[in-house]
């Protein structure tokens, strides 16, 4: 296999990238990890004109916990040191196990959350775990810089609402309520497997209420979705075992699979109703955040 | 990125400097060139092999910073300024490394295609955590393909060579 | 029975160990030579269609494009490995039969320029209608492949022993089941290339290949050569499982690309082509009828299959008897009636998978033992045990089976796995467990292609000084081992050192034939010719030793290196190295051949000599399985394998061997399927979509082994590679049955599946 011809820049600044990628408009990708973006080269599903590496921004490799704003990731950080970040598997072990579970080890040394985010691919598996937990992303381009819901980034299947000069600097995910999560990957094997099922979980749990609650599916439908009618249904209710069977079951019903090589639509719709409650449970028995 | 040449075709080529197993190598190349075939082909290490190219099987690991990736997905001009571990590394010297000589001795490899990845799997595993549980070593060669062994004898070879006693079947 | 050898029986460091952990083997894409260029082929982006005209103008003209050719530059004789069905072409003439059959090759600078030159060639097709379903491949509105099969069939095979209708007639109680398998691969890591020179009229290829004689052999028919103008050699396999033992395009169209460029070519599959080329597991439909009596006696058995070729034979008439032949083997009945229909399909041709048409039927022959003895209230074990093969007998289509371990492998696989307890006691909900028999060909009785060549042949050569000694062998390591296990053959037999061997192995003009890695036979069949020759080595040893000692050489023995008096213990003895130095002194070389044929074997009923062999393994496997009720996960707690080899040369290889066929079973069980779209386009042609277990996946195993001793083997020892992917399917699913009383009847055994049939169940039950 072998990749289209491009011309390879290496910008100094945040700034000059968003200029190089103001200048060459679509024809050119944001090289990061790579792991994503050289496969679909090699599949001919991509052939940029120009590939802007951002190798030179370590600033952009940092994970740290800055008060008032959250536990701030850079866009640049590798899988792998999320998972083996000793802040995320304090504060968000939820996190770190999600990034533990993805692709094969070769490839969280190397892909990055930034370049995850970017791909959108609808079973992604960092997206669900960071969108429950509420995370923002900080985008910059040659207008300036916005933040936004990361709920909001994805807008279909490998698509994202970010202008053609914008670039992910960090991912952030705030203080707040939510006092436990988890995140399950169903995937047809244990390792280098994308997920059928996906579902993420962030609760607020107190004296066995639960006070709020996210609940985020991904590979069963065009983006990572909210489950609004799980989520509500689950407020306020205390724990029981129905409760969280039922909770899967609207969740199931919510959820919009489609059928694939991988796994039929019918039994994507299923694995939804228990991973939901699976899911929850292992949240609210294990996830406890620090 | 400084020292870029066009070539006859117009197209630019980029000087890089690689250092790979202690040496350190300066040459141009083509922008879509990738590092697995910059080492099997411009250095002649050909220890790491091409078994996907897509970053499924991890027959074309390498060690980068000590750290495993998946050499056919990194290009050569991103490699420039840093530092990388090929198999042909591991054994500085005439001796081998106590992975690889327990690798033989519990006969790990079969055809050995998948070999210099797993020994370069290994050895990061095992200098980041020498005593890594049987769970920390299936999970740190869960990203390199066997088609031989079925792992059996690669994941005893690891946990002999970290010392550890292996498990009675 | 087991006895305690010097070398043998030992588990010596592999030959070829420090060359694989330090990387410093090379395989055939390693490998560069001065001037070489770089060549791949085009495949059709059509599962069938007429090659109406090829334009390669645009291609030619790119910088770096050196050749480019289509049918009218290579040879128009047709081709495969089985010579009753010559159906290929180097570069097809008038039709593509699938996507990615070759129909134009390039020879460049650089790989790159290969694939840009590929894009350039313009060809006009006609598309026509695929056959891609062959269970409808013959109804009529089906256009057919090729020119002389009727109706798609490519085999036809209809068998009968005994009288299966009198049996059926006489039986307490008569079962029909359907099972149905998947397309599998072989998917080895390393992908296929090879490397061609063609100097004046000589050729030489190098290609990862697992026979260089049937490669030599295929080449020079080709291209009209003198077999001794051709050389092939195997640098370092990356693994084969049968899909490396034919030659294929990159042999063929390298050569002429040579010859037209005055260059070595190397030629090369990337992952998705390999998936193309296949050469894998045929999928099938497999109804099974047993008749037994009250008591669980097989009476009589009838198999009706019907198989998926694809586009070419391959190495599938052999596959389709096979998939029949072996049945009979591991339970003893004297009635049976095997019919298979191979069929032609647009889909990449199917050959020989490690177990060679053998494990889809097994799983079929299992998992429908397994029904019936739970319909006659009998333990799965018990059922097995009652009908199981004893040593010395006959199968019903004339297989003569001397060792025989089956029934030791079924008490001690109960035995490891505690059957009897756990049925007795049961196991908590949603665990069940279940076993499986097995037994393979060691090596095949007859060769590929028609020939009265001996199978096997070998020279030993000791060193001047007999500080070493080099063994030459024309057969292949593919990874199984065998230049380890044939020195150490060489060794025991010449009463030397393993350390001290040398091997020169896998090239037709330094070895002597061998057949190559195929049908489990090197151990068996270049063993015998090392062991000769080795035997016949230290008879010369021995010879020049009592000369030198004043001693008969009846009363000498040698081992380790050491000859000594068998009778006077205090004659000082002498070492290896002086005596060998001595004979070459006065005698010149210290030389040995060996060589082997298998005894004329089989019936005489049409297919006869598939299935023949010189002996056959057995083996059981067992599986404790978890479901997970409500997602169908099959979670496996343990996996056991008690096999039948005989004398065991190498424990480490031995039981490597066991593992890496297990691994492929249980691959195939659970996960492992070549998927198409409804064009014939592969789906899953990668290794992120065709799933193999990985190491996080790979249950605990624990090997075990029963002891035999088969006369036919040389020390007695049989096959291993290929007999452990026998039980492995049937196994798993019958644990399944045992664990969640649903049977699922196709493989791979999904989660889906799983799900999808205890769904079911619980719908019936609830509908009571």
């Known amino acids: ?290 | 990125m400084s020292n870029v040449i066009i070539d006859r075709a117009g197209n630019k080529r980029y000087l890089v400097n690689i250092t790979v197993n202690g040496d350190s190598y300066e040459k141009i190349v083509k922008g879509n060139s990738l590092l697995v075939n910059f080492l099997r082909d411009e250095l002649d290490l050909t220890g790491t092999k091409r078994g996907c190219e897509l970053g499924d099987c991890g027959s074309c690991t390498v060690l980068m910073g000590g750290k495993p990736i998946n050499s056919c997905l990194m290009l050569a001009v991103e490699a420039d300024g840093l530092e990388f571990t090929t198999i042909e590394g591991v054994a500085s010297t005439n001796e081998i490394d106590p992975i690889q000589d327990m690798f033989i001795e519990y006969g790990a490899m079969q055809c050995g295609y998948c070999t210099p990845g797993m020994v370069l799997s290994a050895k990061a595993l095992l200098t980041k955590n020498p005593k890594p549980t049987e769970l920390e070593v299936r999970t740190a060669i869960s990203g390199n393909l066997c088609r031989c062994t079925g792992y059996v004898n690669i994941v005893k070879a690891i946990l002999a060579a970290s010392g550890q006693e292996i498990p009675a079947e | 029975m087991s006895k305690e050898y010097a070398v043998i029986g030992k588990g010596k460091r592999r030959y070829d160990g420090r060359e694989k952990v330090t990387g410093a083997a090379k395989y055939c894409g390693d490998l560069k030579f001065p001037n070489m260029l770089y060549g791949k082929m085009l495949g059709s982006p059509y599962a069938h269609a007429k090659i109406l005209s090829i334009d390669t103008s645009e291609a030619e003209k790119i910088p770096g494009v050196k050749a480019v050719i289509t049918a009218k530059d290579v040879p128009s004789l047709t081709y495969g490995i089985s010579p009753a069905r010559w159906d290929e072409n180097c570069l097809c003439i008038e039709k593509a039969l699938f996507v990615g059959d070759k129909v134009a090759a390039v020879a460049c600078v650089d790989e790159e320029t290969c694939y840009k030159a590929l894009a350039a060639i313009k060809i006009e097709y006609e598309v026509l209608k695929p056959v891609l379903d062959y269970r409808t491949a013959d109804a009529e509105d089906m256009p057919q492949l090729h020119e002389k099969y009727a109706r798609n069939i490519n085999t036809e095979i209809h068998q009968e022993f005994g009288d299966v209708e009198k049996a059926f007639k006489e039986a307490y109680y008569v079962r029909t089941d359907t099972f149905a398998g998947q397309r599998a691969y072989q998917c080895p890591i390393e992908p296929h290339s090879a490397i061609c020179i063609w100097k004046d009229n000589k050729l030489t290829v190098y290609s990862s290949t697992q026979s260089v004689h049937y490669f030599q052999h295929y080449i020079a028919r080709e291209f009209g050569l003198p077999m001794g103008d051709v050389r092939v050699i195997a640098p370092y396999v990356g693994g084969g499982f049968g899909g490396k033992l034919e030659p294929t395009g990159l042999e063929f169209n390298g050569s002429v690309l040579s010859r037209i460029t005055g260059r070595p070519v190397k030629m090369f599959y990337d992952r998705q082509e390999m998936f193309q080329h296949n050469r894998g597991r045929h999928q099938g439909t497999y109804i099974i009828t047993t008749g037994v009596d009250k008591d669980g006696k097989i009476l009589g058995c009838h198999c009706d299959f019907r198989t998926d070729g694809g586009a070419y034979t391959s190495l599938g008439i052999a596959s389709a008897y096979y998939a029949g032949a072996l049945l009979p083997l591991t339970y003893e009945f004297d009635n049976y009636k095997f019919d298979n229909y191979r069929m032609y399909t647009n889909l990449p041709a199917c050959g020989a998978h490690r177990g060679h048409g053998a494990p889809q039927p097994k799983y079929a022959f299992e998992s429908h033992m397994d029904n019936i003895a739970k319909e006659l209230g009998i333990d799965p074990l018990d059922f097995r045990l009652k009908n199981a093969r004893r040593p010395n007998t006959v199968t019903p289509n004339a297989f003569i089976i001397n060792s025989c371990g089956m029934k030791d492998c079924l008490e001690k696989a109960a035995e490891l796995s505690q059957w009897r307890d756990k049925k007795k006691n049961g196991l908590p909900k949603g665990r069940g467990i279940g076993l499986g028999t097995g037994s393979f060909v060691t090596g095949a009785g007859y060769p590929i292609y028609r020939t009265d060549l001996p199978h096997a042949s070998c020279m030993i050569r000791v060193h001047e000084d007999g500080t070493s000694a080099t063994l030459y062998s024309g057969s292949v390591d593919i990874g199984q081992g065998s230049n380890t296990v044939l020195l150490q053959m060489a060794a025991e037999a010449m009463g030397y050192r393993y350390e001290n061997m040398k091997m020169v192995s896998s090239d037709t003009e330094t070895c002597p034939l061998d057949f190559g890695a195929y049908a489990s036979r090197q151990t068996l069949m270049s063993g015998s010719a090392v062991k000769q020759a080795g035997e016949d080595i230290k008879r010369q040893i021995l010879d020049m030793a009592s000369n030198m000692l004043g001693l008969p050489p009846e009363d000498l023995d040698c081992v380790l290196g050491k000859i000594f008096s068998k009778s006077r213990p205090k004659v000082e003895p002498l070492t290896f190295e002086e005596v060998a130095r001595r004979f070459f002194v006065l005698r010149g070389p210290v030389i040995a051949k060996g060589v082997y044929t298998p005894p004329r074997l089989g019936g005489t009923y049409k297919g006869a000599p598939v299935g023949t062999s010189p002996a056959y393994s057995f083996c059981v496997q067992a599986a404790e399985v978890q479901i997970d009720e409500e997602t169908g996960q099959i979670g496996v707690v343990q996996a056991w394998d008690v096999h039948d080899v005989g004398q065991v040369i190498n424990p480490v290889t031995l039981h490597g061997q066991v593992h890496g066929a297990l691994f492929m079973g249980l691959g195939e069980t659970l996960m492992e399927e070549v998927k198409f779209d409804d064009k014939g386009k592969l789906l899953n042609g990668n290794l992120g979509g065709y799933l193999m277990l990985t190491a996080l996946d790979m249950p605990p195993v624990k090997n075990a082994l029963v002891d035999t001793y088969e006369p036919a083997g040389p020390w007695g020892a049989k096959e291993v590679g290929e007999g452990a992917t026998n039980p492995t399917i049937g196994c798993f699913r019958n644990a399944i049955f045992d664990a969640m009383g649903v049977s699922v009847n196709t493989v791979p055994l999904t989660p889906e599946k799983v799900w999808r049939a205890l769904k079911e169940k619980n719908e019936k039950s609830e509908a009571k």
């Not at chain 1, 999600?98 to 985010?117: L, S, Y």
């Open chain 1, 1 to 290: 296999m072998y990749l289209p011809d491009f011309e390879y820049f290496v910008p100094e600044s945040i700034a000059e990238t968003c200029q190089l990628l103001s200048q060459f408009g679509s024809k050119a990708k944001v090289l990061s990890g790579g792991t994503d973006i050289i496969i679909k080269m090699k599949n001919g599903l991509l052939a940029p004109e120009a590939l802007i590496s951002l190798k030179n921004f370590e600033q952009l490799r940092k994970i740290e916990y800055v008060p008032g704003k959250g536990v701030v990731i850079g866009a640049r950080v590798t899988h792998n040191e999320i998972v083996f970040s000793e802040l995320l598997q304090e504060k968000y072990l939820s996190v770190s196990n999600a990034a533990q579970q993805m692709a094969t080890n070769q490839v969280r040394h190397k892909g990055t959350v930034g370049g995850n985010i970017s791909n959108a691919v609808p079973s992604a598996d960092l997206p669900p775990i960071l969108i429950a937990l509420n995370a923002t992303v900080t985008v910059v381009g040659t207008k300036g810089e916005r933040s936004l819901a990361l709920a909001d980034v994805f807008t279909g299947p490998n698509t994202t609402c970010l202008a053609q000069d914008e670039i992910i600097t960090e991912v952030i995910i705030p203080d707040q309520e939510m006092n436990c999560s988890t995140y399950i990957k169903y995937g047809l094997r244990k390792s280098g497997a994308l997920a059928v099922v996906g579902v993420a979980v962030a609760l607020n749990v107190e004296n066995n209420i639960i006070k709020d609650a996210r609940v985020v599916l991904g590979a069963v439908a065009a983006t990572p979705m909210r489950t609004k009618k799980t989520e509500d249904f689950l407020k306020g209710k205390e724990i029981s075992e129905e409760l969280l069977a039922e909770a899967g079951t609207i969740a199931a019903g919510e959820s919009k699979p489609i059928s694939d090589i991988r796994a039929s639509a019918e039994y994507r719709r299923d694995m939804v109703r228990v991973f939901t409650k699976r899911a929850l449970r292992k949240a609210i028995d294990e996830g406890r955040h620090i």
